[in-house]
């Protein structure tokens, strides 16, 4: 579609570039070079003092480990919702099937808030949980919630199109040569979705490691036990200590770059073998 | 990046459900569709009963009072303020960018949709803080755009910055692969008659993808309206000045005045059902406009 000859003959080749790569290099080269550049003006030692404290230590194990048990249990999530929205018929499905999108649309702030509510003490769900000793607010639990709730739409949406797509000839084939229903979903149908599921997974882990603003509001944030990397940026850019929340922050963006390479491979693979 | 929300293909779903061997037995369909019923009611639904509920605790005049509190009026102003200036120009980014994506094979290509894709993967507060590092006190160009006697930290212009920056990839995103899908021979076919550019772009890209571009429009909206985390870096959070919706949600609530943190939340929560309504609006929109064109081509085939 996009062709070497279409810059013949439709006008705008030069214009739209020239704006597109000016405004990516004004509102996001710039700033993360911004970035890069403080955080290259420190020495190694420096670098590694301020990345590499045991507060910080257990602020990334937080991060990180929250996120991709959120994640994991987003793909369970996701898988479970995906197949019901594509093949099952029943009243109230265009409704659920719409609500899907809603952490999406719903500020994190409001997340953060009405889920620390629901699961304190005194809250609709606290009050049945906490006796049984299920601490869901203020918490790490409470982390992964939150992560959990944000993260459920990317598996769902990644993994609807191919289930849709997906060749009946399949199904009916295990099911001719013999396999019971459930060998067929497992051993034929889920192996078709890895792609997509790996897909769903890295987008929910991205979302879930650059999150803020909902889980700010749940974990309490206390040093060591409930604080996210990017809570303590912010702690120490209040302090006024740039160096060590340029460094931290340094952390964060390399994995964001790596995910975001890998999610890319993902997906041109899969465009390769969909055509 | 966004969950795909392009309309989907339908019919598809069921015949396929009609075909035996892709059926599964009733017991096991009414299990997991409760099951989903289940999760969604409990991540979901509570939720946002809980926001309305928490709201309205003490009754509608004590909710009214708590929404028309000078601070929280300025801060739903605030909101209203930025949220279009950074959908008007991530519009007229994401039309270029699509366009120079979409229609042309370039050297870079693939690097400039990856670059597009960046502000997704890229943690809010980061956002912020490079920000900070622009244009605060000790920032890059803080003290020299401080001499023009121009202060962009702890300001609306750094919010609208920042905010611009989280919600670049919206419009753009959604843009892409409605144009690629369209292909550009009726734009060919237009410069062979001999419009020109904006001929070109009013009469026949802008119709062809105004469902798309309308998607893009809410959901970059939505996420405008809602930022948190790169606000609350670069706002200062100055009451009455520089607090956005979010983040007066923020003050309220560390002022354990709930029912008022709860009062503004009330407001986005109804600006992201707004958005999911509108979204099923266009959806259905998009669909008719598809059976209808398939339609026209059936009976223009037949004459």
């Known amino acids: ?275 | 990046m966004p969950p795909d929300a392009r309309p989907k293909s339908t019919g598809g779903g069921s015949h396929v459900a009609s075909r035996l061997a892709q059926q599964d037995p009733a017991f096991v369909r009414w299990l997991l569709i409760l099951a989903c019923v289940a999760v969604m009611g409990l991540l979901v639904v509570l939720p946002v009963v809980a926001v309305f509920a928490e709201a309205f605790r003490e009754g509608f005049a004590t909710y009214w009072a708590n929404i028309t509190e000078p601070d929280t009026i300025h801060s739903i102003g605030l909101t209203l303020f930025v949220a279009p200036i950074v959908v008007v120009v991530n519009v007229i980014f994401g039309l270029a960018a699509a366009w120079a994506i979409s229609r042309f094979q370039f050297r870079g290509r693939t690097i400039l949709t990856t670059m597009i894709d960046l502000p997704f993967a890229v943690s809010a507060v980061v956002v912020g803080l490079a920000f900070m590092l622009l244009f605060g006190q000790q920032g890059l160009l803080g003290p020299w755009l401080k001499s023009l006697g121009i202060e962009v930290a702890f300001n609306v212009t750094a919010i609208i910055l920042v905010t611009t920056f989280v919600t670049l990839p919206f419009v753009a995103r959604e843009l892409i692969p409605v144009m690629e899908a369209i292909g550009s021979d009726e734009e060919v076919a237009a410069v062979s008659l001999g419009a020109n550019g904006w001929q070109i772009f009013w009469r026949i890209t802008l119709p062809n993808i105004k469902w798309g571009l309308l998607y893009g429009v809410i959901l970059c909206n939505a996420r405008a309206m809602g930022e948190y985390g790169a606000a609350a870096v670069v706002s200062g959070r100055i009451e009455g000045k520089t607090q956005t919706m979010p983040l007066r949600i923020e003050y309220l609530e560390q002022s354990f005045n709930s029912p008022a943190a709860f009062a503004v939340a009330s407001l986005l929560t109804l600006l992201a059902i707004g958005t999911l309504v509108l979204k099923v609006w266009v959806e259905r929109l998009t669909r008719q406009e598809i059976q209808e064109a398939a339609r026209a081509a059936d009976t223009g085939g037949a004459h």
């Open chain 1, 1 to 275: 579609m996009a062709s070497l000859a279409n810059r013949r003959v439709l006008p705008g080749f030069r214009m739209s570039v020239s704006f597109t790569l000016m405004y990516l290099a004004v509102l996001i080269v710039v700033p993360l070079f911004a970035v890069l550049l403080r955080a290259s003006s420190m020495t190694t030692a420096d670098f590694v003092r301020a990345v590499w404290t045991p507060q910080a230590r257990a602020a990334y194990a937080l991060t990180f480990g929250a996120s991709l048990i959120a994640a994991v249990i987003d793909v369970g999530l996701g898988l479970l919702l995906a197949w019901v929205l594509v093949r099952y018929d029943f009243p109230g499905k265009r409704i659920l099937d719409s609500l899907i999108d809603l952490p999406f649309a719903l500020p994190t702030a409001v997340a953060g808030l009405v889920y620390s509510s629901l699961y304190a003490p005194k809250g609709w769900m606290g009050q049945f949980l906490v006796p049984l000793g299920i601490h869901a607010a203020y918490s790490r639990l409470a982390v992964v919630v939150v992560l959990v709730f944000i993260g459920l739409p990317f598996v769902v949406r990644a993994l609807e199109p191919v289930l849709e797509s997906l060749d009946p000839e399949l199904e009916e084939a295990a099911a001719c040569l013999g396999a019971s229903r459930w060998t067929t979903v497992w051993c034929v149908v889920i192996p078709h979705l890895y792609p997509a599921i790996l897909t769903g997974f890295a987008l929910t882990l991205a979302r879930g490691i650059g999150e803020y603003g909902s889980v700010v509001f749940v974990s309490g944030n206390k040093p060591f036990q409930t604080e996210i990397a990017p809570y303590l940026i912010v702690q120490k850019l209040e302090a006024f200590q740039y160096k060590e929340a340029t460094a931290i922050a340094t952390v964060l963006l390399a994995a964001s770059f790596a995910l975001l390479i890998v999610i890319n491979f993902l997906e041109r693979q899969r465009a390769r073998h969909a055509t």
